[in-house]
């Protein structure tokens, strides 16, 4: 849905900067790498790779900027925040790990926004309860900053520490650190997506780092303007999870499904809701899918298909109907309404319902009108283009580009037919309907002579 959001950006004009983060070493990455008896970068490569393909087969626009934590720069990075928290004391070692002091940080930059709202005899911290003592955390809500190093495990020199890795939630300030605030001092980050399970703490915890690191080095700018939250993907009802086997790849539902049908599932969802992936749902789509694609072809094949002489002569002639100007009337309404949806992120629902009823209007007035108006048809056409292009819905024809070949070849054929009247040669009459039958059949372009 980020995917969503950022071309609703786009098309309202703003120019955006995607980046996106790759955790490359974790807890449950060197154990599966130990399973498999290979090493970490040869698994995280392998899912890097398998991921980006998905995404691309999904139509998924790639980002601007990549991050991974383990390159040379997030490293260096991750050591001057930590550096940065334990010269003023808002961080500690423990046996060469490093955690942060939360309740210090609290008193300089107060309670983070994305902390859970505790209840009255929940306590606040501290005193909620004691520390076990196991613990090597001053406080329960101190997090570990930088692990120290285990046998069997990657590991990264930091001198005045020692060596050892990353931990979860700094790798992302520092990442974020080098794609954007570096390179835009003074802006902070405008949106800072993921999914609803890393509010608290994953992102609860950077907001906590970034903007404890701000204010250490006297920087005055917030860390994220907004945090947009994706709802839970369940499966059949249930909470998508691999440790309870209710689990489906990308791989596997486009077995099933096209591409088309899986955004449209998406894009019909409200995205900060919980979405329930069943066979219910993708019928849904997959049948709002045909209805789109149908809509599609008999817009292209009107559109693609030059007028008679007699149509040409009777268009000219004839004044705009009622209809006409009534459905004219209609797309504009449709416009404004879209637009209006258009700058809110999360409105693809309202408006793909909107293009349904729509397309419902337009396909009754070209089945009732002995000569449509082929100048709003081509209008009508152009947006859904637009608006097919807008939400990474691809059909087989839905590009400029595309739709001035298929004229062109409609004009070759209308040529060749008008050869075949002048000199009454059959055999050009079949080339025509070849080109129509099967050349284009065969690219999945569907033309309907009329």
């Keep these: 849905m980020t995917d969503v959001a950022q071309r609703i950006l786009e098309y309202n004009g703003y120019t955006v900067t995607h980046g996106m983060n790759f955790t490359d070493i974790d807890d449950k990455i060197i154990k599966k790498a130990q399973e498999l008896g290979i090493s970490v970068d040869r698994l995280t490569e392998q899912y890097t790779k398998e991921f980006q393909s998905d995404m691309e087969r999904l139509h998924v626009l790639p980002p601007d900027l990549v991050r991974y934590a383990t390159q040379h720069e997030t490293i260096e990075m991750i050591q001057t925040y930590i550096n940065k928290y334990l010269e003023h004391g808002y961080a500690y070692v423990v046996d060469g790990s490093v955690y942060l002091d939360t309740v210090k940080t609290e008193s300089l930059i107060g309670v983070s926004p994305y902390a859970p709202v505790l209840l009255p005899d929940e306590g606040n911290g501290r005193d909620c309860k004691p520390v076990s003592a196991a613990s090597v955390?001053?406080?329960?809500?101190?997090?570990?900053?930088?692990?120290?190093?285990?046998p069997g495990e990657p590991t990264w020199e930091y001198p005045s520490v020692g060596p050892g890795r990353p931990g979860w939630h700094i790798e992302c300030s520092a990442m974020i650190e080098l794609m954007y605030t570096i390179c835009h001092p003074g802006l902070p980050l405008t949106i800072h997506s993921g999914g609803i399970d890393l509010k608290f703490p994953h992102h609860n915890n950077e907001?906590?780092?970034?903007?404890?690191?701000?204010?250490?080095?006297?920087?005055?700018?917030?860390?994220?303007?907004?945090?947009?939250?994706i709802g839970h993907l369940h499966i059949k009802g249930c909470k998508m999870s691999k440790s309870v086997r209710n689990f489906i790849s990308i791989d596997e539902a486009l077995k099933t499904s096209s591409p088309n049908a899986i955004r449209m599932a998406f894009l019909l969802h409200n995205s900060s809701k919980t979405m329930d992936y069943s066979e219910i749902s993708m019928k849904h789509a997959g049948h709002m899918v045909q209805h789109f694609k149908k809509f599609n072809e008999a817009m292209e094949s009107f559109r693609a298909t030059p007028a008679t002489v007699a149509e040409t002569t009777a268009a000219e002639t004839s004044e705009t109907t009622t209809v006409d100007?009534?459905?004219?009337?209609?797309?504009?309404?449709?416009?404004m309404v879209v637009r209006e949806l258009l700058t809110d992120l999360a409105s693809s629902p309202h408006v793909i319902n909107e293009l349904h009823v729509f397309s419902g209007i337009v396909h009754k007035y070209m089945e009732g009108m002995v000569s449509p108006d082929k100048s709003i048809i081509k209008k009508i056409a152009k947006y859904y283009l637009e608006m097919y292009e807008l939400f990474g819905l691809r059909y087989g024809s839905n590009t400029a580009e595309t739709h001035?070949?298929?004229?062109?070849?409609?004009?070759?054929?209308?040529?060749?037919?008008?050869?075949?009247?002048?000199?009454?040669?059959?055999?050009?009459?079949?080339?025509?309907?070849?080109?129509r039958d099967v050349y284009l059949k065969d690219a999945g372009i569907q033309i309907n002579d009329r």
């Design 404 to 435: 001035v070949l298929l004229e062109t070849i409609q004009k070759i054929r209308a040529d060749i037919r008008a050869a075949a009247k002048d000199t009454k040669e059959p055999s050009l009459y079949a080339l025509s309907d070849k080109i």
């Design 325 to 335: 100007m009534n459905l004219s009337k209609t797309f504009a309404d449709l416009r």
């Design 137 to 150: 955390k001053k406080d329960k809500r101190d997090f570990v900053l930088w692990k120290a190093s285990r």
């Design 207 to 229: 907001y906590i780092q970034s903007t404890l690191y701000n204010a250490l080095i006297h920087r005055d700018v917030s860390f994220v303007q907004e945090f947009v939250h």
